[in-house]
């Protein structure tokens, strides 16, 4: 084989990787929304309305295990996006740095620890697991509104405008949830806590 076919060989792999590592991005995003339509069907008196995605994954709950195997490839699929991204970047130094967000948002991911059952928190059985959950939370909250920022700044405006927009809605269901939230660790009745959650 000639050195230029050689080199167009490796070009046309090096393409495939790249699309097959963005491609990951939309496959993590069809794989988590089919595990929060499927994963509760496990989960009797489960109610996505009043409960938060995160009840799916607590100990002790009937679906922590269904929720777990998806969960971690998800996260591996985000950071393989991320990877894509970075190799697409070019001179662009903030697809560049979106690209890194991307992937320590996948990798962080495999440090969420699972909180306790709301009956559970509510006798006082809460534990490091839980209060790493809320820490996790807050890093990854930050971690999102970083990404929408630095896609932002390397799109045109329309994109802009659209990522301004978001973070307003993120930002008014983020407070919503948080101000709801005291009532899970009480095992006080939340509802609509799930679609604020969701809506972030």
């Known amino acids: 084989m000639r050195p230029v076919k050689i080199q167009e060989a490796k070009k046309a792999a090096a ?13 993590a995003s069809l794989l988590y929304i089919a595990m ?3 994963v509760p069907m496990f989960y009797p008196g489960y109610n996505p309305a009043s409960q938060v995605v995160s009840e799916l994954s607590a100990i002790g709950a009937p679906t922590r295990a269904i929720w777990l195997v998806p969960g971690i490839l998800y996260s ?38 699972p909180m ?4 559970i928190l509510a ?21 999102m509104l970083a990404l929408i920022g630095f896609g932002a700044a390397a799109m045109k405006r329309p994109f802009r ?14 407070i919503l949830t948080w101000l709801a939230s005291p009532g899970i660790s009480s ?12 809506s972030t």
């Open 36 to 38: 929060n339509i499927i």
């Open 123 to 143: 006798a006082g059985g809460g534990s490091f697991t839980d209060t790493w959950h809320i820490v996790m939370t807050f890093i990854t909250l930050v971690l």
């Open 76 to 113: 591996l699929l985000v950071a393989a996006f991320g990877w894509g991204i970075r190799l697409t970047a070019g001179k662009s130094r903030n697809l560049r740095v979106l690209g890194t967000l991307m992937i320590i948002s996948g990798l962080a991911g495999l440090a969420w620890t």
């Open 15 to 27: 393409s495939q990787w790249v699309n097959l590592l963005l491609t990951c991005g939309i496959i």
């Open 116 to 119: 306790h059952r709301r009956e």
């Open 187 to 198: 095992n006080l009745p939340t509802p609509m806590i799930g679609v604020r959650n969701a």
């Open 161 to 174: 405008i659209y990522s301004v927009l978001t973070v307003v809605v993120f930002m008014v269901f983020g």
